[in-house]
């Protein structure tokens, strides 16, 4: 069964700096992954989606996530963060069939100027 | 921009009784969804819906759960008799197509719901 592990359950970065947030996951085969942020009071936002090609994806707001195989990681980073940023991270992978998406516990981003 | 809306956004209930988590998805999406989270857990998959039926469900979802589309515009979730352990974050999402992979699926903010 898939399942998705982000272990870092807060964050804390300075405005600014860079951030890597991490997410391994278990699939059996070619996972599709996902990174979703909320906002306080907002929904789930699609950031970016990898699922062929290049390793390296681009998202909105300046994120971007890199597919490693062989560490089965999915790691979201931003060169320089705003305070904007601030917000709940959750990875996510889907089966290659269907629509349903398993998640991770979700990684809390907090910034400080 | 359209999106998807959920009321109430916090919901109290005794143990025991029933609720309905009400969603709007957006209008010409066609798959439905509702996912939970129980405060400091995984967000987990509930329940998929499409053409006025269940496309897939989880071990969750069991007889207690049921969703329906009433009417064109509305998705809906009830808990026919709440216990303590259904305590959580309730999202409902929607997309267009089926493959999560080409068809980004849009969350509502969510309900909160809290049994007592």
């Known amino acids: 069964a898939q399942s998705v592990t982000q272990p870092d359950i807060h964050i804390t970065v300075s405005e600014g700096a860079s951030l890597e947030l991490r997410c391994n996951y278990s699939?059996?085969?070619?996972?599709?992954l996902f990174w979703y942020v909320q906002s306080p009071g907002q929904g789930l936002q699609l950031l970016l989606k990898?699922?062929?090609?290049?390793?390296l994806v681009q998202g909105i707001k300046g994120f971007e996530a890199e597919f490693k195989r062989s560490q089965s990681s999915f790691n979201l980073r931003k060169p320089s963060v705003h305070w904007s940023d601030a917000a709940e991270y959750f990875c996510?992978?889907?089966?290659?069939?269907?629509?349903?998406?398993?998640f991770g516990a979700g990684t809390i981003l907090r910034v400080k100027s | 921009e359209p999106e998807v809306t959920q009321t109430p956004s916090h919901q109290v209930t005794q143990m025991g009784q029933e609720v309905i988590l009400r969603c709007v998805p957006i209008?010409?999406?066609?798959?439905f969804y509702w996912y939970r989270q129980i405060l400091g857990q995984k967000v987990e998959f509930l329940v998929s819906?499409?053409?006025?039926?269940?496309?897939?469900k989880s071990e969750i979802f069991d007889d207690q759960f049921s969703v329906e589309r009433p009417d064109g515009s509305n998705f809906t979730l009830k808990i026919r008799s709440t216990k303590l352990e259904d305590s959580a974050m309730y999202f409902c999402?929607?997309?267009?197509?089926?493959?999560?992979?080409?068809?980004?699926?849009?969350f509502g903010p969510g309900t909160r719901l809290t049994v007592l």
């Open positions: 999402a929607s997309s267009a197509g089926e493959l999560a992979v080409y068809n980004e699926q849009f």
């Open positions: 990898y699922f062929s090609g290049d390793t």
């Open positions: 819906f499409y053409n006025n039926e269940i496309s897939e």
């Open positions: 996510a992978v889907g089966a290659s069939h269907g629509n349903k998406l398993v």
């Open positions: 699939y059996g085969a070619t996972p599709y």
């Open positions: 209008s010409n999406h066609l798959y």
